[in-house]
Each structure stands twice: as structure tokens, then as C-alpha cells.
């Protein structure tokens, strides 16, 4: 009776392990020729920048600010 519980759970493991499993489903004749396509070449993926290209304009001055003030 220890058994069921292992017999059981490898049961269901098989048969989670099928599930997904996509493909050909039936036995390809012996005389027949394999057709593959070529992978498409990777795209490299755009590298964020460490910089920005053209600098930040610049931050208007705070009203409170007496440095920027004319005298």
C-alpha cells in the first residue's frame, strides 16, 4: 500500500512531462529528404548611452535666487 502514492506520482510526472511536447506526430518515410531554413542572423539590441548626445538645457533660475539677480 507504501506503493500507490509513488506509483501515482510517477505517473503524473510522465504525464506532465508529454505536456507541450510539440513536433511531428508520426514517423517520416525512410527515403525522404530533411528541408531546414537558416536561422535569421541575431539583431544586436540598442545599448542604452552612457552620455546623452546633446547636453540638458539649462535649468531656469530659481525666483529666490539673488547670484543670477542684475544689479
Known sequence: ????????????ALLLAGCGQKG?????DKNAQVVTTAA?????????????????????ADKNDDSQAPK
Open 40 to 60: 535569421a542572423p541575431p539583431v544586436p539590441a540598442e545599448s542604452a548611452p552612457s552620455a546623452p548626445a546633446t547636453p540638458a538645457p539649462p535649468k531656469p
Open 24 to 28: 511531428a506526430l508520426y514517423l517520416p
Open 1 to 12: 500500500m507504501r506503493r500507490v502514492p509513488w506509483i501515482l506520482a510517477g505517473a503524473v
